[in-house]
């Protein structure tokens, strides 16, 4: 079993719908939480980061911490087709050595 | 947060070459990491490079075939030895800035023939 499980996708949805995507972990000592968004050719941005349980909200962005259930949500809301890209959810113990889900594509249709 | 130049950012090698790829910071960073991303897949980790210090190798990857130099607080370079198909890959240098995690270079696109 992995230590971080994302669902690869790819994901397809109408512009303007909400997107929801998660990821499940193993290791309860794992305290930061971050999405990163790549689009193809490029490298991967920060996109949300999170410290411990709770909500965080940027812009059209919603990050979740759910630790009791080792569970992490990113929500999009008003999906642009400019949101079509991978995103990949990465945790650490102590914000230094990341570990990455595998990604999951996004394909936001106009 | 950091900005990071990578280069090259793709290169068709022929198998059994090597290929240097360099990656330089804006600023002084303590350490900096090479991470692989195979095609379809997510990053792994290949090692944590410190300056002054040899790098430190995942589990997996072994200098010989990975060596890497960090001869200042603002540049590293990973090269890929004796290159096979296998090995491309998109190679990616990144460093932290704290607790909200890593700045990632733009890549390398690493194709062997």
């Known amino acids: 079993q992995k230590e971080v499980e994302q669902d690869p996708g790819p994901l397809s949805v109408p512009e303007g719908a909400i997107v929801s995507l998660n990821c499940t972990y193993s290791n309860s000592a794992f305290q930061y939480f971050m999405w990163y968004r790549q689009y193809s050719r490029k490298g991967p941005e920060l996109l949300m980061y999170t410290y411990s349980s709770g909500n965080k909200e940027d812009g059209r962005f919603t990050a979740q911490v759910d630790k009791s259930s080792k569970y992490i949500s990113l929500f999009i809301r008003d999906s642009q087709p400019s949101d079509s890209a991978t995103y990949l959810c990465?945790?650490?113990?102590?914000?230094?050595?990341?570990?990455f889900g595998g990604g999951t594509r996004l394909m936001v249709k106009p | 947060s950091a900005v990071i130049s990578q280069k090259p950012s793709r290169d068709i090698c022929q198998r059994g070459t090597s290929l240097t790829i360099q990656c330089q910071v804006d600023?002084?960073?303590?350490?900096m990491f090479w991470y692989r991303q195979q095609p379809g897949q997510s990053l792994t980790l290949i090692a944590t490079a410190n300056q002054g210090s040899e790098a430190t190798y995942e589990s997996g990857f072994v200098i010989d075939k990975f060596p890497i130099s960090r001869p200042n607080l603002t540049f590293s370079t990973l090269t890929v030895s004796n290159m096979s198909p296998e090995d491309s890959s998109i190679y990616l240098c990144?460093?932290?800035?704290?607790?909200?995690?890593?700045?990632f270079g733009s890549g390398t696109r690493l194709t062997v023939v």
């Open positions: 990144s460093v932290v800035r704290g607790p909200r995690g890593y700045t």
């Open positions: 990465a945790m650490s113990e102590a914000g230094n050595m990341l570990t």
């Open positions: 600023s002084q960073v303590t350490m």
